[in-house]
């Protein structure tokens, strides 16, 4: 019969190789790389590895009275547990179970393309968002409705604007020759770049940050709108060795336009984002009737119906849509509490209660 | 590698041979001008610390250099609150560390200044990378306690001090807690701008190994307390070489791509 020191060595030889294995396999998947590192740890293989420390944790919780008795180890060994818990709940795993068997999670993650000025409620995966706009450029008859998606949410999100915030004077014109970088300037009024004799002389004559080109008496007027919309152009003069001048236009959307003479000379004009905005609109309700208004930026996203709605990606050429990841907030509050928990644990077990007993840190071999 | 002919760099270089001069003077048992020196070259590091904050225009903990010029600095508060408060010493090996710390910022890494991308505006920025650094200086020092652990097991000369494998042991106290807000600061930014609370990134999964090893140190250390105080001593160092993995290798190996390639 296993006595009950013999069974505490036990448990404690067991949680220590289980770290140590844990701390082998996120090295393996660190070197695997994020997508494979994600299949590995969500394989089948893996859930039994993942419930064995969760119900170790919970045996060692039961099995050593210290760790109940102590409020800091309490709450460590508790906090790994939810997080633990968290997510294995919140996995794709999970989702797929109890889509099966209770019918009721959405999928744990996917995509949805909105153009400005329309709604959308299809949750589709990246590949299908990727065909779908193909099939747009291509002016292929298949109508964006047709397009297979992963689900469909019970409200429709509409885009009412996006935009994007630059750095001020902080673009940057490249040039190349032959496709190889032969330099770059400041995107600033004045700013010259000379290549030598052989080749032109770049010059800075204007900056735009809404380009639009109108024909008014058979003429071509070009103005910087500052209406609605984005699209930043440069206005260079380029002089050529044999003393022509030129103006060219220079877009940073646009990178394909900006290539000069018979091609031997391109430039790129390049701003830095400072953040991407897109204005939604929460669609709910039988009559699709407008909902709860909210701008989501990186760092910013929209909580709403199970669903964090992020900014992801945008129409680079001429953002008129924006991109949203969408996931689902099942078990993101056990995860949260976990973090919690093991927070407040180790600081409670590692200053908190020594500063309180007037302890230097960690005296004792706990 | 390039000399920095800037003021910054001067900074940097002066903060460094601060803590060369101190070092020595310690060495030839002038304690008095060590620590005055010692002093000096903390107060070079705050001054090149803020010109590099109000030069960029944030705080300066967004690339390799501005990570290292932090670290630099911690060292001598880290010192003083270690000998006052938890009794370990060791002070001439951390003006050595600084040394080190600040090599990197003198010669290595670029200090053109950036601008943040859109993803570290959020305020979790600065705690998120504050805490790990902090962490990783303190971790620092636990591994010189560890490596005199194992070198020189008779333990310090100093009478109040503790001798050093219960000096490895408090060190990893002190940072352990800063280790596992930095890991959930990152986890919760993540959910912030990434949707995801965990991504299973290089950079993640390298942070989650070095926390690891100090939690199986705690565990060792608890099974068998000080019976094998060199095995003991190893596992803070194996912490150490985990925690310069995530710092270093990760960043600037393209072995580990990820979204944490900008921070190179």
């Excluded at chain 1, 701390?23 to 419930?51: C, D, H, Q, Y």
């Excluded at chain 1, 070009?222 to 919309?229: E, F, H, L």
């Excluded at chain 2, 105080?229 to 194996?238: D, E, T």
Aim: net charge positive; proline share 4%; charged share 20%.
């Amino acid at each position: 019969m296993i006595t009950n020191i013999k069974m505490k060595k036990l448990v404690m030889w067991v949680g220590l190789l289980l770290i140590v294995a844990l701390t082998a396999l996120s090295i393996v998947g660190a070197f695997l790389g994020t997508e494979r590192a994600k299949e590995l740890f969500n394989s089948p293989a893996l859930v039994f590895f993942w419930v064995a420390i969760t119900v170790l944790l919970t045996g060692g919780m039961l099995v050593f009275g210290r760790l109940r008795q102590k409020a800091g180890l309490l709450l460590i060994h508790a906090g790994c547990v939810l997080v633990l818990v968290g997510g294995m709940y919140s996995s794709q795993a999970s989702h797929q179970l109890l889509r099966e068997y209770f019918g009721s999670a959405g999928v744990p993650h996917g995509y949805m393309a909105i153009f400005e000025g329309q709604s959308e409620n299809r949750i589709m995966a990246i590949e299908q968002i990727n065909v779908m706009f193909r099939n747009l450029k291509k002016q292929r008859r298949t109508s964006p409705d047709d397009q297979p998606y992963l689900q469909k949410l019970p409200f429709r999100m509409r885009l009412n604007d996006f935009r994007i915030e630059y750095y001020e004077n902080r673009g940057k014109l490249l040039i190349y020759a032959q496709k190889k970088p032969i330099g770059q300037m400041k995107a600033l009024v004045g700013e010259e770049f000379d290549m030598g004799p052989e080749l032109p002389r770049i010059r800075i004559l204007r900056t735009f940050r809404n380009f639009r080109i109108n024909i008014k008496n058979g003429k071509r007027q070009v103005s910087d709108d500052i209406g609605k919309g984005e699209n930043p152009a440069l206005e260079v003069e380029i002089s050529r060795p044999d003393g022509k001048t030129e103006k060219k236009y220079i877009f940073e959307r646009f990178p394909d336009f900006n290539v000069l003479g018979d091609g031997q000379l391109q430039m790129r004009y390049v701003l830095m984002p400072k953040d991407y905005f897109s204005d939604l609109e929460v669609e709910d309700g039988e009559d699709g009737q407008a909902g709860t208004l909210k701008t989501i930026e990186v760092n910013k996203p929209l909580h709403y119906g199970g669903y964090y709605f992020y900014q992801s990606d945008y129409d680079h050429e001429s953002g008129q849509y924006t991109i949203l990841s969408v996931r689902s907030d099942t078990g993101l509050i056990v995860v949260f509490a976990g973090y919690f928990l093991l927070c407040a644990g180790v600081f409670w077990h590692f200053w908190f209660r020594n500063i309180i007993a007037g302890r230097a840190c960690g005296p004792r071999n706990d | 590698m390039a000399i920095k002919w800037t003021i910054q760099g001067c900074l940097i270089y002066a903060a460094m041979a601060a803590y060369g001069l101190a070092f020595v003077s310690i060495v030839w048992r002038r304690h008095k001008t060590g620590t005055l020196v010692y002093q000096t070259g903390f107060m070079i590091t705050v001054v090149a610390f803020i010109y590099r904050w109000v030069h960029v225009g944030h705080v300066p903990m967004q690339n390799l250099f501005e990570v290292f010029l932090t670290m630099g600095m911690l060292i001598y508060p880290l010192s003083v609150f270690s000998r006052r408060r938890l009794r370990v010493g060791v002070e001439p090996a951390d003006m050595l560390i600084g040394i080190v710390l600040l090599f990197p910022a003198g010669f290595v890494f670029d200090a053109a200044p950036q601008q943040l991308p859109p993803a570290l505006q959020c305020f979790l920025f600065a705690p998120h990378v504050a805490v790990y650094v902090i962490a990783y200086v303190i971790m620092a020092k636990a591994t010189v306690q560890a490596i005199y652990q194992l070198s020189r097991p008779a333990g310090p000369k100093g009478t109040h001090l503790v001798d050093y494998e219960q000096a490895t042991y408090r060190m990893i106290c002190l940072g352990f807690p800063l280790m596992t807000l930095g890991l959930i600061f990152g986890s919760w930014w993540g959910h912030l701008a990434w949707g995801d609370y965990w991504g299973w990134d290089p950079k993640e999964l390298w942070s989650l190994a070095s926390w690891l090893v100090y939690l199986a140190y705690f565990h060792f250390r608890y099974m068998y307390g000080r019976k094998h105080a060199r095995l003991n001593s190893i596992w803070a160092i194996a912490g150490m070489a985990a925690i310069m993995i995530t710092l270093l290798w990760v960043n600037l190996s393209r072995l580990f791509g990820g979204l944490h390639n900008y921070a190179t």
